[in-house]
């Protein structure tokens, strides 16, 4: 088994008083690709979110390559606290995330769309910037498309970009949250496959998704949620055959 890359332990988060997550404990090794399925609102994007600090979470802790990220809830720990804010935007750096939106900009070619975090956090020259870029657009098929608008590309060759953008800042993790379900059926394969090459790359990864044929060949493990918690984490095997009712039910809604 690989080392341990990622670690959650008992995360929780709230928003006001609705509490979203409760005792998350996961642990994910240098390698991995974890799936997380689970009904609407059971808490998967406020996962993700939790993992690169978006939405940092109030309980628990997240370790990073050994390093834990904790926010103290007394006033006396304001100073750790704000050594750890300090801090969050390196962190986030290191931790790539896709939306299903894919979120590029309207405004800007696809090259300058993988650019702009190269130069703005990465503090690459233009020259430096635009080489990674290019190279990272060819990795995912973009070759030929570096220059055109978001207005001209297909759904998917826009998640490609943003696929591109975050592969290009070199992270150690990607995250993907539902990246194919705002896709036509016909570029779902597609954007699958880039995923698929990326695993097989050895990228770790934590994907969101309800593309049960891709967890069951691609993960090393499926987290089943459900309500905000964790209910059963499996070998896509072992999810496929598993006994926990709600687990079985969400399947089989799923699977037919
Ligand atoms: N920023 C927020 N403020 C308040 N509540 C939120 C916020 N983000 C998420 N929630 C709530 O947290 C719960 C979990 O939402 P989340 O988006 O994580 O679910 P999900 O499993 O990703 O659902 P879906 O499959 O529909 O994407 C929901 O009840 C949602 O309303
Ligand atoms: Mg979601």
Redesign the pocket.
Known sequence: MNPTLLQLKNVGKR??D?V??SEINLEIAKGEVVCVI??????????L?CINFI?PPEEGEVIFEGRSWKRFHSALNFIANRKYEAQLPKLRAEIGMVF?HFNVFPHMSAIENVMLGLTKVRGKNRNEAREIAERSLRQVGLGDKLDQYPEKLSGGQKQRVAIARALALNPKVMLF??VTSALDPELVTGILDEMRRLASDGMTMVV?THEMNFAFQVATRIVF?DA?RIVTIGTPDEIRNTTEPRARAFLSSILG
């Not at 689970?38 to 996962?47: A, D, E, F, I, R």
């Open positions: 928003f006001g609705h979203v997550l689970g009904p609407s609102g059971s808490g998967k994007s406020t996962l979110r939405a299903q949250d539902e969101v949620m905000g």
